[in-house]
């Protein structure tokens, strides 16, 4: 290989880059159609070219496509079941302002007969429907200790609208809220009845 001053051999560069011709180099990636699975000639020897793993071509494709419906989906669901969390937390917030706007609602003459600190029912019921209505959403009102009525129980009901869940058929979703209210007179704490 190597002359007698150190120098390369002529004789053993030209061997190599002979066989360097039996050689194919292929940029990476799945072969042409017309080099799959035949025998060619290049360089003087003959060179078998096979398509390696063929039957796993497009394998990859399925499995992100799987992974990514999935990952929508997981999206879709913390998106729109975040959304009703805070359509609730709305819902719960309009139910305790009818509450109070209902327990505004003053028995005036039983007040000033003597009986006592208790709402008008029909006012009341009359005050807390308005307002839900004026924001929007339906409800009831409930006095929970009747015949007692210092405590005023209000229920809102909405919906809300799904952002992703739409595509599966799933368009809305129902919220309820609630709300309580209680008189309270006193000047040092608050007492009830």
Same mark, same amino acid.
């Given at each position: 290989?190597?002359?007698a001053?150190?120098r390369p051999?002529? #004789?053993? %560069?030209h +061997?190599? !880059? $002979? ?6 180099h292929?940029r990476?990636g799945?072969?042409?159609g017309?080099l ?9 020897g ?5 398509c390696?793993?063929?039957r ?14 999935s990952l929508?989906a997981v ?9 009703q969390?805070?359509?609730t ?7 305790q302002? #009818?509450? %109070?706007? +209902?327990? !505004? $609602?003053l028995d ?5 007969s003597?009986?006592g600190?208790q709402?008008?029912?029909a006012q009341?019921r ?5 307002y839900?209505?004026?924001q929007?959403?339906s409800?009831?009102v ?5 015949p007692?009525l ?10 809300y609208?799904?952002?992703?869940l739409?595509?599966v058929?799933?368009t ?9 209210a209680?008189?309270?007179h006193g000047?040092?704490e608050?007492?009830?009845?």
């Open positions: 290989m190597h002359g001053a150190g051999d002529r #004789a053993g %560069r +061997a190599r !880059q $002979q066989d360097a011709h039996r050689y194919v292929l990476a799945p072969l042409p017309k799959r699975g035949r025998q060619h000639t290049v360089g003087g003959n060179v078998n070219v096979r390696v793993n063929c796993d071509r497009g394998s990859i494709s399925v499995m992100v496509a799987i992974t990514a419906v929508v999206v879709g669901l913390v998106l729109d079941f975040g959304g969390l805070r359509a937390e709305r819902a719960d917030a309009i139910a302002e #009818a509450a %109070r706007v +209902a327990g !505004q $609602q005036i003459d039983r007040l000033r003597g009986g600190y709402v008008d029912p009341a009359s005050a807390a429907r308005a839900l209505a004026s929007g959403v409800g009831d409930d006095f929970p200790k009747y007692d210092s405590e005023i129980s209000v229920t809102a009901n909405s919906t609208r799904t952002a992703l739409g595509a058929g799933i809305s979703l129902s919220v309820q809220g609630h709300g309580k209680t008189l309270l000047i040092t608050g007492k009830t009845g």
